[in-house]
């Protein structure tokens, strides 16, 4: 009879014990679900607290973007990019064809490659023919790039920061002797009026 009784008691008390699981366990999801029903429309708004107000860099082309909000511009000088007048160019660009055009005042951050399997180099010279035969100092400090005259090897970089100006009509030139006659140059315009920096091809 103990046996039994306690048989009994303990029945009971899994009885009771089911019956408040289930009924804890049947609000608990109901409240959940309506928790997260009322979370959802409500984290929307979120984005509104996105810093919006920041400038993003602006891509021109494969080569160039800006920041506006900095002035600043990053542009990628590939000699020999392609096989145009044999290599003998600046992103494709030769004899003129091309044209960059910076705000004056404007950071220019240029990262030169020399893609060729021979040496050339970047500077910066007044937009005057015919080019020197002789080397000379770039018409903007700065803008040039390591071993003007004997050129970079295959393969080899070489990055340079400087200031667009005074604003004029310039050239970038490979200054290895020579190269500059053959066509491996591009138009550099230093605008006073331009908003926004610009990437012309022909
Ligand atoms: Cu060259």
């Known amino acids: 009879m103990r046996v039994l009784r306690a048989a009994a008691v303990g029945a009971a008390l899994l009885v009771s014990t089911a019956i408040g699981a289930q009924g804890s366990g049947g609000v608990a999801p109901k409240r959940h679900v309506n928790a997260s029903r009322s979370a959802t429309p409500a984290a929307k708004p979120a984005p509104a607290t996105a810093p919006a107000a920041e400038s993003p860099d602006v891509q021109v082309n494969e080569f160039m973007s800006y920041n506006a909000a900095a002035t600043t511009i990053k542009l990628k000088l590939n000699s020999a ?8 160019n600046f992103n494709g660009g030769f004899s003129g064809n091309e044209t960059i055009t910076v705000p004056v005042g404007w950071s220019v951050s240029w990262a030169f490659t020399n893609e060729d399997a ?15 035969a002789q080397p000379q100092d770039p018409a903007i400090p700065r803008a040039y790039t390591n071993d003007v005259t004997a050129g970079l090897a295959t393969g080899k ?14 050239v970038i030139a490979c200054g290895v002797p020579g190269h500059a006659p ?21």
């Open 157 to 170: 970089t070489d990055a340079t920061t400087f200031k667009a100006q005074p604003a004029g009509q310039y």
């Open 118 to 132: 021979i040496p050339h180099s970047a500077i910066v010279l007044p937009n005057v023919m015919p080019f020197p």
């Open 81 to 88: 990019h392609g096989s145009n007048n044999g290599g003998m």
């Open 182 to 202: 053959s066509g491996m140059w591009i138009h550099f315009d230093v605008s006073a009026n331009a908003k926004v920096p610009a990437y012309a091809t022909k």
